[in-house]
């Protein structure tokens, strides 16, 4: 079975735990914070060198970091990777659009919002650029999702996880979905399709 290592309410931790609840994978959840210094003691900086999570450990003992890498690892053959060329690029491209724009500003409000540990990096300066390129990302999203229900279509895949990962906490950060209709109509299809689990979801013990 594999193992995911993972801190239960980052966005990024809850993303393979997401697909493996769609697609019906089970694994074994090891909670690694970096809240408390987890994510740097040594014994998981030895399977880790980055000393972050998510970290996915295969049963023979592989190890793969980054989560939208492990969204392609787990989610190669389901049905949220296109099989078309062109339409899987267009998967890659949101997803890469996830890690540079909008986890760099959306997730990282959110997180100097919500951590205490984290709030002495809010300056207002900070906060203030944050708020202005996670609300411009939003933007791009909001075109996008007016035109079609999925990020990449009709259908949705891997990138439509990797971007409601967080674009579903984004109040938390301060952000008005109110204003991103599409959006939130988005995060409603994503939320009724089959299996889905909410970000604290672990599975059951003897169901890993």
């Not at 990302?137 to 990020?151: G, H, K, T, W």
Request: hydrophobic share 45%; with cysteine; net charge negative.
């Amino acid at each position: 079975m594999i193992t995911i290592y993972g801190m239960l309410d980052s966005g990024n931790c809850y993303k393979p735990r997401l697909l493996c609840a769609l697609l019906g994978i089970p694994f074994c959840h090891v909670e690694v914070s970096m809240l408390d210094g987890g994510t740097k003691r040594p014994d998981f900086v030895a399977l880790n060198p980055k000393g972050q999570v998510p970290l996915l450990v295969l049963e023979d003992g592989r190890r793969l970091s980054e989560s939208n890498a492990i969204l392609v690892y787990l989610g190669e053959g389901s049905r949220f990777v296109p099989a078309e060329p062109f339409e899987n690029a267009r998967m890659l491209q949101w997803m890469f659009f996830e890690q540079n724009a909008h986890e760099l500003s959306v997730a990282m409000r959110r997180s100097l919002t919500v951590y205490e540990e984290r709030r002495h990096l809010a300056t207002p300066e900070r906060m203030a650029d944050l708020l202005a390129r996670g609300e411009a990302a939003l933007v791009v999203m909001e075109r996008q999702l007016a035109e079609a229900p999925f990020l990449v279509g009709e259908e949705p895949t891997l990138a439509d996880l990797a971007l409601y990962a967080y674009t579903h906490l984004a109040q938390e950060g301060g952000f008005d979905l109110s204003r991103c209709p599409a959006i939130r109509r988005w995060l409603g299809r994503i939320e009724a399709l089959p299996s889905h689990r909410p970000l604290t979801w672990l599975p059951e013990p003897d169901a890993a």
